[in-house]
């Protein structure tokens, strides 16, 4: 009779352990979810672009301050310059467009992913 007790109680246990783990596992998920809508939602207000001149991204050309252009949108990539796998040719562009060069043979496709995150406008038509 005691040993019953203690295999319900040792049942219980891992009844109550499986419960909790489980409810662990979906509030994490919600959390993670919550989080990713929050980063598209901000990712979507910061596309409701500026509008900028080929003149004003042309001021921004050094290793402190880069824009680039790609097909029209521009980039502030000055975070990513001293990172960038290929050194200074980065800035071989920097203010102007690097389209041509972004398309290049070099780039694996991650960096396709990574733009977005550096668009801060489109190019004035």
Excluded at 21 to 40: C, V, Y
Excluded at 41 to 46: G, L, T, V, Y
Excluded at 68 to 87: A, C, L, M, W
Excluded at 96 to 115: C, K, L, N, W
């Amino acid at each position: 009779m005691v040993l019953n007790a203690v295999e319900g109680a040792e049942s219980e246990i891992w009844l109550a352990l499986g419960v909790l783990l489980g409810g662990f596992f979906l509030i994490s998920r919600h959390l993670k979810s919550a989080q990713r809508q929050k980063m598209h939602s901000s990712a979507s207000k910061k596309k409701a672009s500026t509008v900028y001149s080929k003149a004003e991204v042309s001021l921004h050309n050094r290793r402190t301050d880069c824009w680039i252009i790609i097909k029209d949108k521009v980039y502030d990539v000055t975070s990513y310059v001293e990172e960038h796998p290929g050194g200074d040719a980065i800035l071989a562009h920097a203010g102007d467009d690097s389209t041509e060069g972004f398309y290049g043979p070099q780039h694996a496709t991650r960096v396709f992913d990574m733009i977005d995150d550096f668009y801060i406008g489109d190019l004035e038509q």
